[in-house]
């Protein structure tokens, strides 16, 4: 199949300009000025903007969780996605305590087979043992893994507490790999929930106010320093709050390598759901963290604003009604997890672009090229140039669409952005040169996307960690 995308505007992270593109066997073949080929099909894309695929760092696809499994499988949450402009996801690999990393990764890489679009996995360390820190060596060398997460969070199931976080992060070192961490102190968590309950309070109220920003702030701090000590770059995944901003914010002014995500919802949608007085709609908002108060999202929209977030993300983790309800005597029993794929990318561009917050190439660089560059797939992805893969997304800036559960392709019965009315909106969306997201027509296919291996990072690391650490070893001659 060959594709010609005419008279757009394409726009990458570093550019904008007038050009035509021209896709073949999967790949971007040329980008020019009035490109004369012979091609299966042409889309005008005329006042519209052709950008990179939405790559989406932050998925839980059909994830046994919480003693259910979130209800979107790989099919239906990456077509989902592609109607939602994205090309590809990063979902997490969740080994229980004491499953082997390597027998979980191919649990995971045979569920992900159904994908319609790219993807690739981060592995969750959750315990530690000889057995861990092999395969994560073989997980590198092998299997194109290079990130690992950190669950800080979710004590007495996948809470990886200090004794894991080190070494983990050690052998993060050695490989070339990135940690990456859920930042919420699970003691804390655990603690500050039956507080709630000896006071009566089993309503999904008592899910903010169990894991208050300090609960972030002091795991993002403790997970940074840890890094720090290391000398190796760290990876925040979904900051809500100004306590979890503040330890990034100040560690980069210091020189470390941290990198921030943010999540659509997060950014938009404050706390005030989880007082509603229809429970359901209370409990579909239950995800960790929480939403959070509204100055919060301020300081979010600023760090992304400034560089000091880097990237988007969803942390797509769908649970439907009758599963929320498993938490109906007990918030701390309501499955965590909203959904949010198939909204990231226009409601990033209505709240972003819309509003001069970013510029079009910085959009670019929150919703794809970032993410591609901090977990090594750049340029293949996150780019438009020869030689990348034909994952494109044509956007049209005066398209208009209202975000509901009742019209979303998300296999998921509630909306987070439920009755937002989004200006800016995939028209098309092209997975490896194939047109999945039509105007309006979603033709993804089961198992036609790939497993795209990330190599570790090349970089000198003992030159970085001799940068990092501030106390050299000082030996003393007697
Ligand atoms: N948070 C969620 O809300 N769901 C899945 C896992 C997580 O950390
Ligand atoms: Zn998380
Ligand atoms: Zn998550």
């Not at 894309?45 to 059909?62: L, S, W």
């Not at 976080?165 to 699970?186: D, M, Q, W, Y």
Request: aromatic fraction near 8%; proline fraction near 5%.
């Amino acid at each position: 199949m060959s594709l010609l995308i005419k008279n757009g505007t394409v726009v990458t992270a570093d550019q904008s300009l007038t050009a035509d593109v021209y896709c073949e066997g999967g790949v971007i073949k040329k980008v020019g000025q009035s490109l004369e080929v012979t091609t299966d099909r042409v889309i005008d894309a005329g006042g519209m903007y052709v950008m990179p695929g939405g790559i989406d760092p932050h998925t839980h696809m059909e994830l046994p969780f919480m003693g259910t499994v979130a209800s979107e499988s790989f099919f239906t949450g990456t077509a989902a996605g592609a109607a939602g402009g994205n090309t590809m996801i990063l979902d997490f690999v969740i080994p229980s305590p004491k499953e082997s990393l390597l027998d979980a990764y191919k649990k995971w890489r045979g569920w992900a087979e159904k994908a319609a679009t790219d993807y690739s996995f981060h592995v969750a360390v959750t315990w530690w043992d000889k057995s861990v820190y092999e395969d994560m060596g073989t997980l590198v060398k092998k299997y194109g893994v290079n990130s690992f997460k950190h669950f800080m969070a979710y004590k007495g199931a996948i809470m990886a507490p200090d004794e894991t976080l080190v070494p983990s992060f050690k052998r993060c070192l050695e490989l070339g790999a990135i940690p990456t961490v859920h930042a919420e102190n699970g003691e804390l968590v655990s603690f500050l929930q039956k507080e709630m309950k000896t006071q009566g309070i089993m309503g999904p109220e008592g899910h903010p106010q169990s894991r208050p920003p300090e609960v972030e702030g002091e795991a993002a701090n403790r997970a940074i320093r840890i890094a720090q000590s290391i000398g190796v770059p760290i990876y925040v995944v979904h900051v809500s709050c100004e306590e979890a901003l503040e330890p990034i914010l100040r560690a980069r002014k210091e020189g470390q390598r941290v990198y921030g995500e943010c999540l659509a919802g997060h950014l938009e949608i404050d706390d005030s759901v989880y007082y509603n007085k229809d429970w359901e709609y209370a409990a579909a908002h239950v995800m960790s963290p929480p939403f959070r108060p509204k100055k919060h999202q301020a300081s979010l929209w600023k760090a992304l604003q400034s560089g000091n977030l880097q990237t988007t993300a969803t942390d797509h983790c769908c649970f439907c009604a009758e599963q929320k309800a498993m938490g109906k005597e007990d918030f701390s029993k309501i499955p965590n997890g909203t959904a949010g794929i198939e909204d990231r990318m226009a409601v990033l561009w209505d709240s972003g672009v819309n509003t001069g917050r970013l510029t079009m190439n910085e959009f670019v660089a929150v919703t794809s090229a970032n993410a591609a560059k901090i977990f090594n797939l750049y340029p293949r992805k996150g780019s438009i140039q020869a030689g990348a893969d034909a994952d494109i997304v044509v956007w049209d800036p005066e398209g208009k669409r209202t975000i509901s559960a009742k019209t979303h392709h998300q296999n998921v019965d509630f909306n987070i952005f439920e009755g937002r009315t989004v200006k800016g909106v995939p028209k098309y969306t092209i997975s490896r040169g194939n047109v999945i997201w039509d105007d309006g027509e979603l033709k993804a296919v089961e198992g036609a996307g790939r497993y795209i291996d990330r190599p570790p990072y090349n970089r000198d690391y003992e030159a970085v960690k001799k940068a990092l650490v501030h106390n050299a070893p000082r030996a003393v001659k007697r």
